[in-house]
């Protein structure tokens, strides 16, 4: 069973929207910071947002801030992420990834510095 598992990536046209999923399959995701990331060909990964543990803080990447909104089901055990008004340059895999800490110093961090991470979903935004 994966840590994490994101899902509902596919393809949009410009403008439109679509929800990412991230499950959390071995631990419960209040404990932790979870944080989105993507990752367009040949360029490297960007953080785009995170859900800090306890305050429930958010913060965003400019290239996001506005467009996107990340929450939390506890009860689903799963972090969201509303993507509105999609752009070409939306298109990426986007992960997700955990950490017992906040988002204090989320953008900063490396790949290793993350608990779990997940294994991605592809979005596509083209008309």
């Known amino acids: 069973q994966l840590h994490l598992v994101e899902s509902g990536g596919g393809s949009v046209q410009p403008g439109g929207s679509l929800t990412l999923s991230c499950a959390a399959g071995?631990?419960?995701?209040?404990?932790?910071?979870i944080a989105w990331f993507r990752q367009a060909p040949g360029k490297a990964r960007e953080g785009i947002s995170c859900?800090?543990?306890?305050?429930?803080?958010?913060d965003y990447s400019d290239s996001v801030k506005g467009r996107f909104s990340i929450s939390r089901d506890n009860y689903k055990n799963t972090v969201y992420l509303q993507m509105n008004r999609l752009q070409p340059e939306d298109t990426a895999v986007y992960y997700c990834?955990?950490?017992?800490?906040?988002?204090?110093?989320?953008?900063?961090?490396?790949?290793?510095?993350?608990?779990?991470w997940g294994q991605g979903t592809q979005v596509t935004v083209s008309s």
């Open positions: 990834a955990a950490d017992l800490g906040s988002c204090i110093t989320w953008k900063t961090m490396s790949y290793g510095d993350w608990d779990f």
């Open positions: 071995k631990f419960n995701v209040d404990y932790y910071s």
């Open positions: 859900l800090s543990v306890n305050s429930g803080s958010t």
